[in-house]
């Protein structure tokens, strides 16, 4: 497909379980973004790769939260011991490197945490 | 501290008349400003920036303004149409050398145009 892909869509678990969600950039996009988007909430920046670097982590909120990349492709965003206040729509987005106005976002991953 | 701010959360318009949407921010390091559109249960979608040095951008029925000395831009759509009621997202970024160009949200402005 030409856009970004994110798998699940829709996850339920239940509190303290683990969960991996899964992000597929526009094939030659270097660079790949992770956000978080709260009920009636702006997406918030999460973390920031350019092909496998992890350049900034800075929005991850607690070290529960872990992202990786490692063949500068496909991203994984894993969550430990998921919390109630995890629940949200967890957007991936890709862009080529230094066009801020490329970020093309995917349809993002709707976490429940129960 | 809510460094993008979209006042408005919602906003109701008739076709064919002009939607405006304000934002305002509080970080002078920002220097790009961008424009998304969302529809429900799907990821924001580009529609217009501009850039810090410029103050007005225009694509076709978007324009975008920018007054930096308010830190405040705008969106202006005209003429609205129904296939425009989404929420809209404003953001901004620092693409100061060495920066993650990660983009700032506002919360959004939901705009309904009615028929």
């Known amino acids: 497909g030409a856009g970004v892909s994110q798998s699940p869509r829709y996850k339920v678990a239940k509190r303290g379980q683990d969960v991996a969600l899964r992000c597929d950039p526009i094939?030659?996009?270097?660079?790949l973004f992770w956000y978080q988007q709260a009920l009636g909430q702006g997406p918030e920046f999460l973390t920031y790769f350019q092909n496998e670097a992890q350049l900034d982590k800075s929005g991850l909120p607690s070290d529960r939260f872990f992202a990786e990349r490692p063949e500068g492709s496909v991203s994984t965003l894993k969550i430990q011991r998921t919390q109630q206040e995890d629940s949200a729509v967890y957007l991936c987005?890709?862009?080529?490197?230094?066009?801020?106005?490329?970020?093309?976002f995917g349809p993002g991953t709707r976490l429940t945490v129960t | 501290d809510q460094q993008v701010k979209q006042n408005s959360p919602s906003l109701s318009v008739q076709e064919g008349r002009i939607s405006i949407l304000n934002c305002d921010y509080t970080n002078s390091m920002f220097d790009y400003f961008l424009w998304y559109k969302k529809y429900p249960a799907e990821g924001p979608t580009f529609l217009i920036s501009?850039?810090?040095?410029?103050d007005k951008n225009e694509d076709g029925r978007f324009t975008v303004f920018l007054n930096k000395s308010a830190k405040h831009l705008s969106l202006h759509i005209v003429p609205s149409q129904p296939g425009d009621s989404a929420v809209y997202f404003c953001a901004a970024s620092a693409r100061v050398g060495g920066g993650s160009e990660k983009l700032v949200f506002g919360k959004g402005t939901k705009l309904t145009v009615n028929p």
């Open positions: 501009i850039s810090s040095i410029k």
């Open positions: 094939s030659g996009h270097v660079s």
């Open positions: 987005a890709s862009s080529l490197a230094g066009t801020p106005t490329g970020k093309y």
